[in-house]
């Protein structure tokens, strides 16, 4: 039930993009995103709900196509800022458990 | 700040004994989830609670009990500890039972079990 992340792991420098994928087997109702840095609590970045909605935050935005169970997260001209531990979870429709899973995550490091 | 509070930050203790983790969610949060996150495994999901009642289950160990208290507050007991239970316990907040609510995270519990 674990959505699987890839890749596991991003070198970027200063400026570049990155794409940060998740995939569940199940039907999703949600596809939350979290950030972590080293030693500090996750820290929730946006949630998207059914309905292939896209989201965005600044240069970070979503998308979840729930057709495939896929949701992707774009990091657009990155920022040193945006180095962490990249966790998605998910949701299963309403109905199954209320349970929030994270991914094993995605670690980016980006340099100058 | 998250608003999420855990306490306390650190605890070192022996093989075979028990501890309390406690967790106090933001102010008007019903929910509360509790994460396991040892090296290389992530967020393993452990237990949901929704307003004093106990809404799923995740791999947590028959060692492991959780409750929530009228007041919301949460405890996480981890008893018969074994060197394998260290990791850094979290737990997080949220407005409604799920699904599709943004979850708050506390700083986290870090066991370490000698």
């Known amino acids: 039930q674990q959505p699987v992340q890839s890749p596991q792991a991003v070198i970027l420098r200063e400026g570049e993009d990155a794409v940060i994928n998740c995939s569940s087997s199940?039907?999703?109702?949600?596809v939350h995103w979290y950030r972590q840095k080293h030693g500090e609590a996750p820290v929730f970045l946006m949630i998207l709900l059914k309905g292939g909605e896209q989201k965005g935050h600044e240069k970070i935005s979503a998308s979840f196509n729930e057709k495939k169970q896929q949701s992707s997260l774009y990091l657009t001209a990155s920022q040193l800022s945006y180095s962490g531990t990249y966790f998605c979870g998910t949701e299963k429709s309403p109905g199954g458990s209320e349970k929030l899973v994270f991914g094993k995550g995605t670690k980016l490091t980006v340099n100058p | 700040d998250s608003g999420v509070t855990q306490t306390p930050k650190h605890l070192i203790t022996a093989t075979g004994q028990r501890v309390t983790l406690r967790c106090s969610p933001r102010?008007?949060?019903?929910?509360v989830y509790w994460y396991q996150q040892s090296l290389d495994q992530g967020l393993q999901f452990l237990i949901h609670?929704?307003?004093?009642?106990?809404?799923a289950k995740g791999n947590i160990l028959e060692r492991f009990s959780a409750q929530q208290f009228p007041d919301l507050h949460s405890e996480l007991n981890l008893s018969s500890l074994e060197l394998g239970d260290s990791a850094l316990y979290f737990c997080?907040?949220?407005?409604?039972?799920?699904?599709?609510?943004?979850?708050?995270f506390g700083q986290g519990t870090r066991l370490t079990v000698v």
């Open positions: 102010s008007g949060d019903l929910s």
């Open positions: 199940k039907a999703l109702y949600s």
């Open positions: 609670y929704y307003n004093g009642e106990e809404r």
């Open positions: 997080a907040s949220s407005v409604g039972p799920g699904p599709g609510t943004e979850a708050f």
